[in-house]
T-cell receptor, first 108, second 114 residues
């Protein structure tokens, strides 16, 4: 059974700080989703990656398949980045396995 | 258009009511999903439709009844719910149901059962 662990569970940062959220998983995967959920519900898919690194604006996601580890970085953080960030593993033949999420608060 | 829409946004219902949640996407995706999410927990998969056929039912009680009338629409019919069914219900879609593609999520319907 694939376990997906995220750290930290909660994170408070000052505006402008560089933020890192980590995700590790226990078995082989085909890809990893990073998702963002703002208070009030909707989930936005930020990245899906199976190797290397992806960048979109101030967000960067990396994955190391051998080490079974992925990180989400936010540069120059802003209060509007406050949300829950969830990683989810795709194994290719089973439903997404979600981490428990990292609750990020960015204070002005 | 990478949008999944859900209606209604909020729903309050009694335990004897019958109501339906609706989800729609126009991305040509052939897989659609219902998830249930309780506060401060990750989403839990309920159902998957692939090419308009139910492919996964994660042992969901029969008081939840999904329906996929066509490839763009997904409904969740609710009947005789319990207060513990109160949650955020999320719909998602992906290119196909092989769990290899990005899933696009809707904004959710927040359901309260009295």
């Amino acid at each position: 059974k694939n376990e997906v662990e995220q750290s930290p569970q909660n994170l408070t940062a000052q505006e402008g700080e560089f933020i890192t959220i980590n995700c590790s998983y226990s078995v082989g995967i085909s890809a990893l989703h990073w998702l963002q959920q703002h208070p009030g519900g909707g989930i936005v898919s930020l990245f899906m990656l199976s190797s290397g690194k992806k960048k979109h604006g101030r967000l960067i996601a990396t994955i190391n398949i051998q080490e079974k580890h992925s990180s989400l970085h936010i540069t120059a953080s802003h209060p509007r980045d406050s949300a829950v960030y969830i990683c989810a593993a795709l194994t290719g033949n089973t439903p997404l396995v979600f981490g428990k999420g990292t609750r990020l608060s960015v204070i002005a | 258009d990478t949008e999944v829409t859900q209606t209604p946004k909020h729903l309050v219902m009694g335990m004897t009511n019958k109501k339906s949640l609706k989800c729609e996407q126009h991305m040509g995706h052939r897989a659609m999903y219902w998830y249930k999410q309780k506060a401060k927990k990750p989403p839990e998969l309920m159902f998957v439709y692939s090419y308009e056929k139910l492919s996964i039912n994660e042992s969901v009680p029969s008081r939840f009844s999904p329906e996929c009338p066509n490839s763009s629409l997904l409904n969740l019919h609710l009947h005789a719910l319990q207060p513990e069914d109160s949650a955020l219900y999320l719909c998602a879609s992906s290119q196909d149901g092989g769990f290899t593609d990005t899933q696009y999520f809707g904004p959710g319907t927040r359901l309260t059962v009295l």
